[in-house]
DNA sequence: GTTCGTGCAAACGGTTTGCAACAAT
DNA sequence: ATTGTTGCAAACCGTTTGCACGAAC
């Protein structure tokens, strides 16, 4: 695991420790949290970190493609740490996301619709995550 | 063509101006409207309406299923008067909203998810509309 | 006359922006 | 010195809510 501090340089970002604790956390979860729930977990570790940084950063992280912001969730976005294709789960009662992998599922047909050029696509899938098993 | 009053009794809505001129507007759009061009929109023919009634008035659509609130765009919920299953292209530089008819796209593999009840799915495409043709 | 719907304005929650202090180069 | 980054607070935008007035049963 490439560690944060390099990965920024790569990147081309420069590295401040606040943006290091937020590539820390939202690379390493597999949430998809919206801005706040980032907030909350980096002051864990970087206490002053301010809202509008945060904010900044994620912007930034999405600007040079190190992670995907997603409208997922009525009313904030959520981010993305997966930059592979992937479809997306949705539960209806906590509005977690949780990822179905690429090949889980199938599309077939986008590659006939006239009149668009499909730059991407994916699956979105709500419902609920089942009790059993 | 059931005009806008009957439905609204069908559905068991009390039937005023304002929701009769919503809802002629809202279900005779392909446009994906978010509330404030409905709101737009409404007001030419009924200048006096409130914002507030607008989004009650939606909200109570949607609850009463005459129409679906869609998590499309990004900070703002659109709504679809298309109360049947289907999937959606999203233009990547104006944002508009275009139906994909549920048969012009099958997915494969969502009935063996493990460890989920699907409700319901779609296909989100994006891209460009393109010029030709 | 009680219930329901409307319009206004204020409140709210997520996000962006202006700005002054402060690194980093 | 210049440029970039931070933190704070204010602004912003979409949406909801509280409330008083008015219409409908």
């Known amino acids: 695991m490439e560690d944060a501090l390099t990965l920024l ?7 401040t420790p606040q ?25 864990r570790k970087c206490p002053t970190v301010s809202r ?3 904010y900044n950063t994620l912007n930034l992280l999405v600007e040079k ?12 976005t ?4 997966s930059i592979e294709k992937h479809h997306h789960f949705v539960d209806d009662e906590s509005g977690r996301i ?3 992998p690429w090949k889980a599922l199938k599309v077939i047909g986008q590659e006939n619709l006239r009149g668009f050029e499909v730059r991407e ?7 609920r995550r ?3 098993r």
């Open 19 to 43: 943006r290091i604790a937020v590539v820390e956390y939202v690379l390493n979860t597999a949430a998809h949290p919206a801005a706040d729930e980032v907030l909350e977990n980096v002051r």
């Open 78 to 81: 959520v981010f993305d740490p």
């Open 98 to 100: 949780v990822d179905i």
């Open 9 to 15: 340089r790569r990147f081309g970002i420069q590295p």
């Open 52 to 54: 509008a940084t945060v």
């Open 121 to 127: 696509y994916q699956v979105i899938v709500r419902g």
């Open 130 to 132: 089942r009790k059993t």
């Open 65 to 76: 493609r190190l992670i995907r912001s997603q409208v997922l969730r009525e009313g904030t």
